[in-house]
């Protein structure tokens, strides 16, 4: 019979089934990062001059920067000469079809359960797939740009649509924003590019499918997104990587451009490989998000769920700088075993009339800490802005920890803002209750987690909602005993 | 199908029950009453494998099986249910959903088809309909913002949905009025059948005038100290539990 101290709180191995390896020939440069690494991965890319440039800009910058230490997150000094900075699969000069991708890149996806082959697809997801440094399939380009819509790996962008890059890159997040984001600025190999013409509505789910293989690399992904006025897109981000014991970087930067009454959704499921059950290797997630509400009545929101990497650091932002406009941001964070996250968005308000709503929902297992940290700025000119942040924890076990950290700043007298938070422990009398109905502990367990998460996966696409609720089941397995 | 044999439970420590012992053949209704405090809950609660109350003596077997050695979530599914005395709340999770999730988990158990959608749901409105159980109700989150009678109602509600073959209620008519009370007593009554026994928990007698009980026992200080037919629970009615508090020899059932 089981007793309560064993029925919470036990800990068991969990399985984390991307853990695999491709074995692909790669062309891999050298450790360590230099300007010329920087020179090379842009020689590599056949960039042009003016983005050379603004790789060594910020370069130069990052060698005064310091890496950001307030987050409460704990890991040993990164050894930034220790990493790769540029992988690939070999491939032929230019990639026409499909049937020239490495047959074990492919592989890959399939067993991801990625579907790279058009004619495999079945829900109207058109799909980028970034494989270690590039950008190795976009599906439904061709389709998509009957409609003027162009979706594509940022590569492809920088010499299809220069100009646009020139326009929009570093717009949102400049080099300078941060640490990590100017050292994606210097590095970055690749990662997606989307832009919807005025008035479109894009007809499909666009997703980016990340996958980390080769050891020891960095992944610096950059994505964009430009939603001209009147437009609609949204966009899903997935990611992999293989069990290894030493850390890995990924330092991602987004970007995302939403013009007068343009929408964008921007969803992440990211589950990055966590590390072992006793916190050994997993991937660093450090990454810039935001988001710039420019034009009037535009929208942009984040949904992310957060059950992946051994570190998890990230503030998807809004900035509501056209009147009317929406920022949103849902997120589920969990963290078991040795996971720690530190997440939350920034919500500054600008315009008049900006509304925005946080809804945050952090789940902590094992010895799994969880943070919250999240910004309200009202600005002076910000006439009736209004916020509502609500930040619920759950804990599962009494080794773990739940923190909340919401700034607020407001400028603006007729700013009305509310912030809920509540921590909650996962009930023995709840997984009791469950139990007694015929449900197993785990079952419970995941039954009692989905309903607390339930106003975040609502706010998913359909696709995607049921493989976020399976991802969190999995990631919080053998939680409870 | 239950026996009990010096059944000693402990809570943190403190021995509350003393010593139980109970025989409940198939097609019966056994009624539980006693004060306050004296241990019902508890005996609800260990037959029901509730992980804080730790079996320190004697056995309980169940169809011949050993109760006590099963997980608690087998125990329901091979057909011991429990009516909370106070339901638990699960925030966010659709009531429906979770029934559903209950009912083909027994299915499952038995290797029965798991049951979709449609045929789900037209066995709820069937059940529905007998427990007066508003279709609203389903699609709420399980037992949040339900009133206490609501909350009562939903279990003899899932109850009927998981047709269980032992049903032990506990203090299932507090919190309810009088037409509630009648509402859910015939949903029981309804389920009575030859195969089906019931373990009905109370400190009124009133919910004994609409689900007449074979046997009642007095439970006091976690020993039964008295047991006996129907007239037994009108009796106490009359005298209060005073005269059988516990000391007095304890009788068999
Ligand atoms: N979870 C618990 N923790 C501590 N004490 C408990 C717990 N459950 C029951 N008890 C104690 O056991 C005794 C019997 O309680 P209970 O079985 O609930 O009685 P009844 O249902 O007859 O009113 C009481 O003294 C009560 O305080
Ligand atoms: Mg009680």
Redesign the pocket.
């Known amino acids: 019979m089981s007793t309560s101290t064993e029925t919470i709180e036990q800990l068991a191995t969990r399985e984390y089934k991307y853990g695999f390896v491709t074995d692909v020939e790669t062309e891999t440069i050298p450790k360590g990062l230099s300007e010329d690494v920087v020179r090379l991965i842009s020689e590599k890319k056949g960039e042009p001059e003016w983005l050379l440039e603004w790789r060594l800009k910020a370069y130069r910058l990052w060698l005064t920067m310091k890496e950001p230490t307030w987050q409460n997150v704990k890991y040993e000094p990164i050894n930034y000469q220790d990493i790769v900075y540029y992988s690939a699969p070999k491939k032929k000069k230019v990639l026409n079809s499909l049937d020239e991708l490495d047959p074990e890149v492919k592989r890959t996806f399939d067993k991801l359960g990625i579907p790279i082959e058009e004619q495999k697809l079945l829900s109207g997801v058109a799909v980028d797939a970034v494989f270690d440094s590039v950008s190795v399939a976009t599906t439904f380009r061709a389709k998509l740009a009957e409609q003027g819509i162009i979706f594509m790996s940022f590569s492809d962008a920088v010499h299809e649509h220069p100009d646009l890059v020139k326009q929009y890159l570093g717009s949102v997040v400049p080099y300078t924003d941060n640490f990590f984001a100017a050292l994606n600025s210097a590095v970055f190999s690749d990662g997606s590019f989307v832009y919807i013409p005025k008035g479109v509505r894009c007809p499909m789910e666009l997703s980016t499918y990340f996958r980390i293989n080769a050891k020891d690399t960095g992944q610096f992904e950059r994505t964009l997104i430009i939603a001209e006025p009147g437009s609609f897109v949204s966009y899903l981000e997935g990611c992999t990587a293989p069990m290894r014991d030493e850390n890995q970087l990924h330092a991602a930067v987004v970007e995302l451009v939403a013009h007068d009454d343009a929408t964008i959704k921007y969803s992440t499921i990211q589950n990055w490989y966590p590390g072992d059950k006793d916190g050994k290797g997993g991937i660093y997630n450090f990454v810039t998000k935001r988001g710039l509400c420019q034009g009037r009545g535009s929208k942009i929101t984040w949904t992310q769920v957060e059950t992946g990497s051994a570190i998890t650091w990230k503030y998807p932002s809004c900035i509501l700088q056209g009147d009317n406009s929406i920022g949103e941001f849902y997120s589920v964070a969990t963290t078991n075993n040795w996971q720690q996250a530190d997440t939350g968005t920034k919500m500054i308000h600008v315009g008049k009339n900006t509304r925005s709503t946080i809804v945050s929902k952090g789940i902590s297992a094992g010895h799994g800490q969880n943070t919250y940290r999240g910004q309200v700025r009202v600005g002076k000119n910000a006439t009736n802005a209004r916020n509502y942040s609500q930040c619920d924890s759950l804990l599962i076990g009494d080794k773990c920890g739940a923190h909340t950290f919401p700034y607020l700043e407001i400028r603006n007298t007729t700013a009305k803002v509310e912030h809920e938070a509540s921590t909650s422990k996962i009930g023995e009398d709840q997984i009791f209750y469950c139990r007694q109905r015929g449900l197993t502990s785990e079952d419970a367990v995941n039954i009692i987690v989905s309903g607390f998460c339930r106003e975040v996966f609502r706010e998913l696409p359909m696709e995607f909602a049921v493989e976020a609720q399976k991802l969190l089941s999995v990631s919080l397995e053998g939680s409870v005993g | 199908m239950l026996e009990i044999k010096n059944l000693q439970v402990a809570v943190e420590g403190n021995l509350i029950l003393k010593g139980v012992d109970l025989h409940v053949k198939p097609g019966e209704v056994h009624a539980i009453m006693g004060p306050?405090g004296s241990g019902?809950?508890?005996l609800?609660r260990a037959l029901s494998g509730h992980p804080q109350y730790e079996v320190t003596g004697g056995e309980a077997r169940f169809e011949g099986r050993d109760l006590l050695d099963m997980d608690p979530d087998e125990r329901a599914r091979e057909g011991v249910f429990m009516a909370f005395?106070y339901p638990v709340e699960i925030a966010g999770v659709n009531n429906g959903y979770f029934l559903k999730a209950a009912l083909n988990a027994k299915r499952k158990h038995f290797g029965q088809p798991e049951l979709d959608a449609m045929e789900f749901m037209q066995l709820i409105r069937e059940k529905a309909k007998v427990l007066q159980i508003d279709q609203s109700m389903l699609s709420r989150s399980v037992n949040e913002g339900f009133s206490g009678g609501e909350k009562k109602r939903n279990e003899i509600f899932q109850m009927a949905l998981l047709e269980p073959k032992l049903a032990i209620l506990?203090?299932t008519d507090s919190g309810l009025d009088i037409d509630a009370l009648r509402v859910v007593s015939d949903g029981v009554n309804g389920m009575r059948n030859p195969g089906r026994a019931f373990v009905v928990?109370t400190?009124y007698q009133r919910l004994l005038d609409y689900i007449v009980p074979d046997y009642v026992h007095v439970l006091s200080a976690g020993r039964i100290v008295k047991s006996g037919g129907k007239e037994l629970a009108h009796e106490l009615e009359k005298k209060g539990y005073g005269w059988l508090e516990a000391g007095t020899q304890p009788v068999g059932a």
């Open positions: 306050n019902k809950s508890t609800a005395q506990d203090e928990v400190h």
